[in-house]
């Protein structure tokens, strides 16, 4: 069930304190239903959705937990219509016991979603 809902296609954790992400939003894509009947649009929480499976992917691949915590400053610009590539660029800085990723959603050169997600790193036992 998971995997329809998950719209990353690649993601690219390479640079320090960088993830790059493309998604593809398929044009039966359930994130659609009834958002909106003949004018489809995909909604605010898929595209939060995928900045916290690509900051909770990168965090795995470095062997670290974390747990997201706050939402901050989240501004939905532009409608992301069926079948389109958006990408995604996330910076993240720790600050204290925070971690701050800021994050932007493009689409072509157009910012459609942007803000900053806070974490916490989960200390091993």
């Known amino acids: 069930m ?3 809902w998950n719209l990353l296609r690649d993601i ?13 939003v ?3 894509s359930p994130w659609f239903s009834g958002h909106f009947p003949g004018e489809p649009i995909l909604p605010g929480i898929a595209l939060v959705h995928m900045v916290e499976q690509a900051i909770l992917k990168d965090a795995e691949t470095r062997n670290e937990r974390i747990k997201l915590d706050t939402l901050r400053r989240i501004r939905f610009v532009q409608p992301v219509r069926p079948g389109e590539t ?7 800085e720790e600050v204290d016991e925070e971690i701050l990723f800021s994050f932007k959603v493009t689409n072509k050169e157009n910012i459609v979603c942007s803000g900053v997600i806070i974490a916490k ?3 091993n036992k």
């Open 86 to 92: 958006i990408s995604i660029n996330i910076s993240g």
């Open 12 to 24: 690219n954790t390479g640079k320090s304190n960088e993830i790059e992400a493309l998604a593809y």
């Open 26 to 28: 398929p044009m039966d």
């Open 121 to 123: 790193k989960i200390k």
């Open 2 to 4: 998971e995997g329809q």
